[in-house]
Nanobody, 127 residues
Framework: QVQLVDSGGGSVQAGGSLRLSCAAS????????MGWFRQAPGKEREGVAY????????VYVDSVKGRFTISQDNAKNTLYLQMNSLKPEDTAMYYC????????????????????WGQGTQVTVSS
């Protein structure tokens, strides 16, 4: 059973940076699809960045391109999200997610395809 533990959230001013971490355990497959999602109060959960643990280029939604970087440390089984130039609209609960399947690129944003989720870490950006 895969377990994901999110950490690294906090409160920063606009223009600041944070790095989120997602420690994973219990992997049984060689390749997983992984992503970072966020959910602001009153809004739907949205994906922001995705990566395949077996390799390949990361994928980002337009709103975070050039500001966020998703990466992984396979030795530590840890997924990261480096967030720079943060904006107040980035305020949300952030969750990492994993799927034990190769999700097609065009479907990476479908939260229902992910079967493992972290508990979430809050990011608050003030203006």
């Amino acid at each position: 059973q895969v377990q994901l533990v999110d950490s690294g959230g906090g409160s920063v001013q606009a223009g600041g940076s944070l790095r989120l971490s997602c420690a994973a355990s219990g992997y049984t497959y060689s390749t997983y699809s992984m992503g970072w999602f966020r959910q602001a109060p009153g809004k739907e959960r949205e994906g922001v960045a995705y990566i395949y643990t077996g390799g390949g280029k990361p994928v980002y939604v337009d709103s975070v391109k050039g500001r966020f970087t998703i990466s992984q440390d396979n030795a530590k089984n840890t997924l990261y999200l480096q967030m720079n130039s943060l904006k107040p609209e980035d305020t949300a609960m952030y969750y990492c997610a994993a799927a034990s399947t190769i999700i097609p690129i065009q479907a990476l944003g479908d939260a229902i395809r992910y079967n493992y989720w972290g508990q979430g870490t809050q990011v608050t950006v003030s203006s």
